[in-house]
């Protein structure tokens, strides 16, 4: 069964800096027609860093739309023409301060395929070195080291409850269980 | 450190039927402002069922912003004040057509919350009974089962890349395994 759903009609609601939404008319598999809203956002990067004494980086953030902090690996969106691994060590020294000797890819995950096309490529890190942390200038993050066998918990029990950050502790944790 | 950001304005952009976007002036930890884009967007459910056999059930999908298919687990928004497990529920049925005797908690993860609000509430079902299954009107996917253990090991090669598929199936693959 074909399933695509093909464009007839695309109108740009808004530009901003982060998002462009737009609103489409489609032509679905049977002929009918529907509206689908559409977020665009950049493709991000999320890497799970852990040091020499087995302990993942991890950041503490006001999230806006949330109205709340959360726990979450060091993570970020990619600028324009970025390569997703220098992404990842960019974000990584830029939020937490640390350049890592080993980048391992761990896939990518599509956030809510359903209305934004946002994919974001995760990372794992080892063999950490201090640099000097230096976040964005609205950015605001307090950084923190944890056992990563405590944070494998604190995602099982479902406190931990960013999804990038659920993915790539859970990947790495049975990749390197193997 | 308090890293709480203070709105003190917004304007609504658009207000569709899935998404409210809307664009924010802020108030910084260091007195500074900043503009946040927030989209607005109904909570989800995901849910890995099982089957006696081990399979999973699984859909594919077609993903209009991403322009292809994603297999995924079952899964959608909540309906207007619905409770996340009548919703799994729901969702389960109509996509799939079966119906579980056990429906596990899983946890829930926030799916970009830099930009957006949703959470989608994961779910592990077991016993399943075949019911019928009926999709939204402009909803076309193709169910399909798959033992779990391929699954996890088309998840950990990144060959699965939905999010909330790549949250549910390894969480229930560790909670399972202890």
Redesign the interface.
Known sequence: ?D???ERLDSRE??R????T?T??Q?R???G?Q????????PDGVAVLALDEAGRAVLV???????GR??L?IPAGKLDGGEEPRAGALRELEEEAGVRPDELT????????????????HLYLARGLHQTASHPD??E???VSRMPFDRL?EL?????V????T??AV??A???LDK
């Open positions: 069964m399933l695509t759903e609601i808004f901003g800096h982060i998002v939404l609103v489409d489609v679905l598999p049977n009918g529907a509206v689908r809203e559409v977020a665009r956002h503490t953030q006001y999230r806006y739309p949330l902090t959360l979450e890819e761990l896939g990518a995950v599509y956030v809510s395929p359903g209305f934004c096309d946002e994919k974001i200038e609205d605001f993050l307090s494998v995602v099982l029990s479902g406190q409850e960013d999804g990038k659920v993915a859970l990947k944790k049975l990749i």
